[in-house]
């Protein structure tokens, strides 16, 4: 069996166990996991974990996120396909081309300039033309290309950054860990209802590294 081949059935197993097993239910999204190679987004020397069930380093004191949250956070955006996606965060660019997969368009920002330079590399050898990254400070959004039909955060914020909730079009999500910059955060998802209405879930307790920025950590 060729390496190609090993990482397609891995894929596919991470697929079954790690998502549609613990309850991911969008075929748009497990398909999308389905399709993005994670083994092309993280070091070459971690390429046998690319389908562990976790979080793998990817150098500046950033991780990849497990493939669980990757999947759970992207349903929670409820895309139907097409839309315009804001991504904080871009680190090896996997999250933004799983969500490249569904939406029509997606912004990435991240504040690495490696990171962001490395991850446009990858995005652009897979073929991801619908998936622009910048290096910038993401908590202040990408305000030139608002609104946003749904905004996805991979970083623990102290709140909800307002920037970013005001580039939010009406009826999209917003999906964020909020809460200590060290421990466990909280996954909130917050609903614009209306110019100045928005509506916030709990969607349960995660680990992310700070979000750094002028409306988060410093």
């Not at 920002?109 to 619908?130: H, K, M, P, Q």
């Amino acid at each position: 069996m060729n390496q190609d081949n090993g990482f397609e059935l891995q894929r596919a197993s991470m697929v079954d166990y790690q998502l549609r097993a613990r309850g991911i239910g969008s075929p748009l999204v497990l398909e999308a996991m389905g399709r993005v190679p994670r083994e092309r987004f993280i070091p070459e020397r971690m390429k046998d974990c690319a389908y562990d069930d976790g979080p793998l380093p990817i150098g500046a004191g950033q991780t990849i996120s497990q493939p669980y949250i990757v999947a759970l956070m992207t349903e929670a955006l409820d895309l139907e396909g097409g839309e315009r996606v804001l991504d904080i965060g871009t680190g090896s660019g996997y999250a933004a081309a799983v969500l490249g997969c569904i939406a029509s368009e997606v912004f990435s920002i991240e504040r690495v300039r490696e990171l962001a330079d490395r991850a446009a590399r990858t995005l652009a050898a897979e073929g991801f033309d619908n998936v622009r990254v910048r290096c910038g400070d993401g908590t202040i959004g990408w305000s030139e290309h608002q609104p946003f039909d749904g905004i996805i955060v991979a970083a623990g914020a102290p709140s909800v950054p307002e920037s970013l909730k005001h580039q939010l079009a009406v009826g999209g999500h917003l999906v964020i860990p909020v809460g200590s910059e060290h421990s466990v955060q909280s996954l909130e998802r917050i609903t614009r209802l209306t110019e100045n209405e928005f509506r916030t879930e709990d969607l349960g307790a995660v680990r992310f590294v700070p979000l750094i920025g002028e409306q988060g950590w410093s």
